[in-house]
């Protein structure tokens, strides 16, 4: 959070004593700390890479699960057992189609929640030279983000199918050509990691801990070796799970880790924490060995429709969530996705903890609303 010493903040507190001022010194001051504020949030400060997919989304029945031996509630990447799911949602069920992957979403959510300038945001990924990919492109200018895609014509554009039924969506990811992501290929080009260099917060949702283990440590070592924010989300249980030793290659870098309940009781169990209590989970998870002390690390827990957790500063804090009616929840796909975009959009304009949660609230509750990870034209959020 900025301190007292802060240019902006001297400047917002003397633009905002009019009284003791002439109007046109006010003015001035005023106009100086809007440009400074400005510089706070330029274009690239916020990086993610990760899974670019195209998200087809469709209202299920409880057979369609059982068919492909499906939760309710859940993330997996999909087996060949799965590949007729993608076709039979498409015939069966009326499907919409949005740019997707997790940490493209929250991008995008942040670059919206912020608004102007635009491209604060940039996102690598990998696609395919097709149809979907050329989608994903178009769908990433339209939303203001910077991205800068690997394409490859080995495999097509990734797509996950999210099998909604009631409050529940399961997520099935093939990730195709997302899985192609090569770091030499693409992230150690000198044009990209100009990019990489220009930003001060870095977002990488678990799922990529699948795809480059070796990219996410290079971008992660260059944060730490630097004393940027390197943020990490543990994604889905089977990260937690199977992927447990690349994630544990990582969380020494990581400045803020993210999660639901479901995901941070599978990484407590992982980890021998010996607790399935979810405040003693974050106090643990902020507690593990980090590699830049200069930052302690900062540990986020939401539990859908009850109070998020954040353990900081050896001290544990919860959030009551914003209300909203079950009758005006259309799609809660996309809902963790929205509240790291929207926690991500103050934490570039380094604005305090507290004030982070309340725009991830925010975020999600917008996004609940609506199908997919969408949004309106703009947030209403003060």
């Given at each position: 959070a900025m301190?007292?010493?802060?240019?902006?903040?001297?400047?917002?507190?003397?633009?905002?004593?009019?009284?003791?001022?002439?109007?046109?010194?006010?003015?001035e001051r005023k106009k100086k700390y809007c440009y400074i504020e400005s510089l706070c949030f330029s274009t690239n400060s916020l990086f993610g890479m990760g899974n670019p997919l195209?998200?087809?989304?469709?209202?299920?029945?409880?057979?369609?699960?059982?068919?492909?031996?499906?939760?309710?509630?859940?993330?997996?990447?999909?087996?060949d057992k799965h590949k007729a799911l993608f076709e039979e949602i498409v015939k069966k069920f009326n499907v919409e189609y949005h740019a997707g992957g997790a940490t493209q979403n929250s991008i995008k959510i942040a670059q919206w929640m912020i608004q102007k300038p635009h491209n604060v945001?940039?996102?690598?990924?990998?696609?395919?030279?097709?149809?979907f990919g050329e989608i994903l492109k178009q769908k990433a200018v339209e939303a203001h983000i910077d991205a800068h895609y690997y394409e490859q014509e080995e495999e097509p554009t990734g797509s996950c199918a999210a099998c909604i039924t009631g409050d529940n969506r399961s997520l099935v990811a093939?990730?195709?050509?997302?899985?192609?992501?090569?770091?030499?290929?693409?992230?150690?080009?000198?044009?990209?990691w100009k990019l990489v260099e220009k930003a001060k917060v870095y977002y990488i949702a678990g799922f990529f801990l699948t795809v480059s283990l070796e990219s996410i440590l290079k971008v992660a070592k260059h944060a730490s070796e630097n004393n940027k924010l390197f943020c990490l989300n543990l994604s889905a249980p089977f990260i937690c799970q199977f992927f447990k030793d690349n994630l544990m290659q990582v969380m020494p870098y990581v400045d803020v880790l993210f999660g639901n309940e479901t995901e941070a009781a599978t990484f407590a169990e992982?980890?021998?924490?010996?607790?399935?209590?979810?405040?003693?989970?974050?106090?643990?998870?902020?507690?593990?060995?980090?590699?830049?002390?200069?930052?302690?690390?900062i540990v986020v827990l939401t539990q859908g429709k009850d109070e998020t957790t954040m353990a900081h500063e050896g001290k544990v804090e919860t959030f009551p969530v914003l209300k909203i009616d079950p009758k005006d929840m259309v799609d809660t796909n996309g809902a963790g996705d929205a509240f790291v975009g929207g926690f991500l959009s103050e934490l570039v304009q380094e604005k305090p903890l507290d004030q982070c949660v309340r725009a991830a609230h925010y975020a999600a509750n917008v996004i609940i609303r609506r199908a997919g990870c969408t949004f309106p034209e703009k947030p209403d959020f003060n």
């Open positions: 301190t007292d010493s802060n240019p902006v903040s001297l400047l917002k507190a003397a633009s905002e004593r009019k009284d003791d001022m002439n109007p046109a010194r006010f003015n195209l998200d087809i989304s469709a209202v299920v029945d409880k057979d369609f699960l059982d068919k492909y031996t499906l939760k309710p509630n859940d993330q997996i990447l999909a087996e945001g940039t996102f690598f990924g990998c696609i395919g030279k097709d149809k093939n990730l195709a050509a997302a899985n192609c992501y090569k770091k030499d290929k693409h992230l150690d080009l000198e044009e990209n992982e980890q021998d924490f010996e607790t399935e209590d979810i405040k003693e989970i974050a106090k643990k998870a902020q507690a593990l060995p980090k590699v830049n002390t200069k930052r302690q690390r």
